[in-house]
């Protein structure tokens, strides 16, 4: 009777006892911040267009003096290229296959270097033209919002570079690899990525666009 009168107890003790608070989730918020980080970014670069497009019109300079960097057309391509590789490892990681991943990953790794270094390509080709930084105004903005997006890129490139190295070195081990797989961490990583790498993309894909109605 005392044991059946002491389990009582500890229930209604029990029941009375506060649920302890829910751990939170991070996905809402680090999907916020991306978003204002997006937001913030596209407001920026439509600024700069902005400002290029006005500083273009009123200088009185006829549009197709110069050639429109060649660097900059092969760059585009690069970089829809690495979209494409990118878009690519959501349907791995969901097969489970990380060697594959990696390869991927890698793949948009080497790709996003690339563009970097067609980017400065372009760069020289247009003080090749007679287009440097201080020269013109609307020169100058050419090379801050191609210089802003390739840092942009950048980051992105740094924060690829990490999940690269850890997809490689969890698919090397069977056990590492269930980790990784099972890690709702790394998918949440994965898909911050894509989403930040294909808007890049798609900022630039409009910058070039304006750029070749404008240059």
């Known amino acids: 009777m005392n044991s059946d009168f002491g389990k009582e107890r500890q229930g209604r003790v029990g029941a009375n006892r506060p649920t302890p608070p829910a751990r939170p989730r991070r996905l809402p918020l680090a999907l916020l911040l991306l978003a204002l980080g997006l937001v913030g970014s596209l407001i920026l670069f439509t600024v700069l267009l902005a400002a ?3 500083t273009r019109y009123t200088s009185g300079v006829p549009a197709g003096l110069h050639p429109f960097p060649r660097y900059f057309s092969i760059s585009t391509v690069v970089l829809l290229a690495s979209s494409y590789t990118l878009s ?7 097969e489970d296959d990380l060697t594959n991943l990696a390869r ?38 050419v090379y801050l919002i191609s210089a802003i997006h390739v840092m942009h890129l950048l980051g992105g490139v740094l924060f690829l570079m990490l999940l690269f190295f850890r997809t490689q070195h969890a698919s090397r081990d069977s056990i590492r690899t269930l980790l990784f797989i ?24 409009l910058l070039f666009s304006a750029f070749l109605f404008l240059y």
Do not use: N
């Open 52 to 54: 290029y497009a006005h």
């Open 88 to 94: 690519q490892a959501q349907r791995l990681y969901r």
């Open 104 to 141: 991927c990953l890698g793949a948009t790794l080497l790709l996003g270097f690339a563009f970097a270094v067609l980017q400065a390509l372009g760069w020289h080709e247009l003080q090749v033209q007679g287009v440097f930084f201080r020269d013109k105004p609307s020169g100058t903005y």
């Open 182 to 205: 099972r890690d709702p961490y790394r998918r949440l990583q994965l898909r911050l990525l894509s989403t930040y790498w294909h808007f890049v993309d798609g900022v630039w894909v």
